[in-house]
DNA sequence: TGTACATCAGTGAACGCGCGTTCACTGATGTAC
DNA sequence: TGTACATCAGTGAACGCGCGTTCACTGATGTAC
């Protein structure tokens, strides 16, 4: 076994984390096993007690990575109403519907995350707070707290017009739902600039 | 053992399927186990495949009778934008929220449904048309097809609402998200009638 | 420069447990005589 | 009315398997001398 430099753990680290984000929102929290999840990320099952306390720890570490990157993703876009509406419309698409793995967190978790013990729940919230803060900020600079629960339920809108979205069997409908997902998105964006 | 006569088999059955719903609502349809689903019905293990041929036939027809119960629910309400709204204000209440074992199959589960095989994905798109074709008509009598699509994303606004409320640990805030969401599907509702 | 050693990330077998599923069996029943 | 029997819903032990977790061990490393 070779030996590394004392980055060569966190970045192992590093790399579990973000192949168990994927993991999991593939196949569920509960349908991930740990031993999957270490050999996603070309270990073995015994070295993953080197790097977390319990699969719980991991579950909140790699949720609250996956938060930290579509926060990445969401500021990419840029400020203003044009830049959230084509954010609103990358979001509610085909593609991310049909590419968990690559999507939202909360999309692909949020029922199973509701279900988690208190410390995980609270990192998700740490970590949606963050995104959503920092859109608020940029969708109302002169008064972001009040701006904070209006972000916050059009990101629920989006979450469950996906998860729906990609429930249905009835293709046509399910894209029929997206659409009309991004219409009541945007309207409800106007709606609170309006007041 | 007593036997009793041709309705009892069917009695148990049904028994079964309405304790599975709440466990599979409350712990998860992965955190629910076939020794303990048979024990919520007062059986043991084996007594199981007498009655459904494997765990993912019960998760379909489980959930199916849930969305059954729920239609039942919500046509309970008057028709008209009285009603709607009354519906709106019990959905995204607190009291669902606390109470997922009593609640919205769709809230509970959606997104561990999205990961079930297309046989469950389909018993659930069957069922949910019929909740929301219900509602659709009543709320638009003369065009129940077009208000189909507006009645599904306010069900998916709802169901992504009630899910991220219960998944914040702030109390304040996940109060805040629920009042917030009632406006927004309002909003939603008087949007697709207006046009 | 060469050798002995402490370090420590990672290995892989094993722990007890619960999973979904199967099956030989039980025992109260309604029916046949 | 009384006895023998076929029925069949439900029992409970067992199957192989994967779960989360533990631990004795490996072996390449940088360091000490």
Request: glycine share 8%; proline share 4%; with cysteine.
């Given at each position: 076994?070779v030996?590394?430099g004392?980055?060569?753990?966190?970045?192992?680290?590093q790399?579990?984390?973000?192949?168990?984000?994927?993991?999991?929102?593939r196949?569920?929290?509960?349908?991930?096993?740990?031993?999957?999840?270490?050999k996603?990320?070309?270990l073995t099952?015994?070295?993953?007690?080197?790097?977390?306390?319990?699969?719980?720890?991991?579950?909140?570490?790699?949720?609250?990575?996956?938060?930290?990157?579509?926060?990445?993703w969401?500021?990419?876009?840029e400020?203003g109403?044009?830049?959230?509406?084509?954010?609103?419309?990358?979001y509610?698409?085909p593609?991310?519907r049909?590419?968990?793995?690559?999507?939202c967190?909360?999309?692909?978790?949020l029922?199973?995350l509701?279900?988690?013990a208190?410390?995980?729940?609270?990192?998700?919230?740490?970590?949606?707070?963050?995104?959503?803060?920092?859109?608020?900020?940029?969708?109302?600079?002169?008064?972001?707290?009040?701006?904070?629960?209006?972000?916050?339920s059009?990101?629920?809108?989006?979450?469950?017009?996906?998860?729906?979205?990609?429930?249905?069997v009835?293709?046509q409908?399910?894209?029929?739902?997206l659409?009309?997902?991004?219409?009541?998105?945007?309207?409800?964006?106007?709606?609170a600039?309006?007041?």
């Amino acid at each position: 076994m070779v030996r590394y430099g004392k980055e060569h753990k966190q970045a192992t680290r590093q790399r579990i984390i973000e192949t168990a984000g994927r993991r999991f929102k593939r196949d569920g929290i509960d349908g991930s096993g740990v031993a999957t999840l270490m050999k996603d990320a070309g270990l073995t099952n015994g070295a993953f007690y080197a790097h977390f306390e319990s699969k719980e720890d991991l579950v909140a570490t790699a949720v609250s990575e996956q938060l930290r990157g579509q926060r990445e993703w969401l500021t990419s876009f840029e400020p203003g109403r044009a830049g959230i509406e084509a954010m609103v419309h990358t979001y509610l698409s085909p593609e991310h519907r049909d590419n968990p793995e690559d999507g939202c967190p909360s999309a692909a978790l949020l029922d199973e995350l509701s279900r988690c013990a208190d410390p995980t729940k609270q990192a998700y919230t740490d970590s949606v707070l963050g995104i959503i803060d920092d859109i608020a900020a940029r969708l109302s600079p002169h008064d972001p707290q009040s701006a904070r629960v209006t972000v916050l339920s059009i990101y629920a809108l989006m979450v469950g017009t996906l998860q729906l979205s990609r429930t249905l069997v009835d293709r046509q409908l399910a894209d029929d739902v997206l659409e009309q997902g991004i219409r009541n998105a945007l309207a409800v964006l106007d709606a609170a600039s309006a007041s």
